[in-house]
Nanobody, 124 residues
């Protein structure tokens, strides 16, 4: 299984970025997907998650209204559209896949597969 994240970079305060995570080696449409992030010196934290069909999403409180998660099962890809970015959004962003499909989960330990991460830096 491979989860290849891309789209990170340097952006100014208030700017936008779209991250993408392409999955291979698994039946993508059978997995709920999530985005997490880890800032320097901090623990990895939940950002957003989406169910298999894309009909249910969940967000961390501090990104609600600014970030949007979506997926394209035909392309085996999950996206994270980030707007109104703030310096505190600076982190390495990771995508993850889980077979836990009872609900959309924010719990790190329920995710089975992880991507390598893509760095997002928001300048002030």
């Amino acid at each position: 299984v491979q989860l290849q994240a891309s789209g990170g970079g340097l952006v100014q305060n208030g700017g936008s970025l779209r991250l993408a995570c392409e999955a291979s080696g698994l039946t993508f449409s059978s997995y709920n997907m999530g985005w997490f992030r880890q800032a320097p010196g901090k623990e990895r934290e939940f950002v957003a998650a989406i169910n298999r069909s894309g009909g249910t999403t969940r967000y961390a409180e501090d990104v609600t209204g600014r970030f949007t998660i979506s997926r394209d099962n035909a392309k085996n890809t999950v996206y994270l559209q980030m707007s109104s970015l703030k310096p505190e959004d600076t982190a390495v962003y990771y995508c993850a896949a889980t077979v836990f499909i009872v609900r959309v989960t924010s719990t790190t330990t329920t995710y089975n597969f992880w991507g390598q991460g893509t760095l997002v830096t928001v300048s002030s």
